[in-house]
């Protein structure tokens, strides 16, 4: 007799991610190698890869208008941040709106997701969260290889959590700052890594 074993399923069952709220990313380079650079007296330091990763991060907001981009930062093999989806009656009111305390709300939902083509700012259809993480992976990876890194991959999906207050916003993103200065005790920590100039 065997045992079957399935996948780990990294998104909540059921829950639609369109919705508007906070969430809190994380995704690992492929078997956690260190293509980004290093931690030298607790400050990362990105190399030229790790600055290609910025840009597109960067890159999202200008690219979907209801997407909101706050506290982020490359590490050596993962990268974190924080993402929210405004409903489109929200899109273009900046960053003062604050964390939503009702999650339970029922928000705007638009479109079906489906779409994977990376759509022209100004469109209203709101993405899931899966498909706009996947143009950011499938967009660094291209401008990486293209500079000439063809080792450079991203591991398998992502790992998301969806921010329920201010409270858990506030301990993601000081988590965040504190990332590098924590680095050494960090389960990614690994001594794997490529060098490029």
Request: net charge positive; aromatic share 14%.
């Amino acid at each position: 007799m065997y045992r079957r074993y399935t996948r780990k399923r990294n998104r909540l069952f059921g829950f639609d991610y369109r919705n508007r709220r906070y969430y809190f990313i994380t995704i690992c380079t492929e078997d956690k190698m260190s293509f980004f650079g290093g931690v030298y007296n607790g400050i990362m330091c990105v190399n030229r890869l790790g600055s290609v990763i910025y840009r597109q991060w960067e890159w999202l907001e200008q690219q979907y208008n209801y997407i909101r981009l706050y506290g982020f930062v490359v590490m050596p093999n993962h990268v974190h941040g924080i993402l929210e989806i405004v409903g489109p009656e929200s899109v273009g009111t900046g960053r003062d709106r604050g964390i939503q305390t009702n999650v339970d709300n029922e928000m705007n939902r638009v479109g079906t997701g489906l779409d994977l083509s990376l759509h022209a700012p100004g469109s209203c259809k709101i993405l899931s969260l899966s498909h706009i993480i996947g143009a950011f992976k499938t967009t660094s990876s291209k401008r990486i290889h293209e500079i000439g890194f063809s080792p450079f991959k991203w591991q398998r999906s992502f790992y998301d959590n969806i921010i329920r207050d201010k409270i858990a916003f506030h301990n993601i993103q000081r988590y965040i700052i504190n990332n590098p200065p924590m680095w050494h005790r960090d389960r990614n920590n690994r001594l794997d890594f490529y060098t490029t100039n």
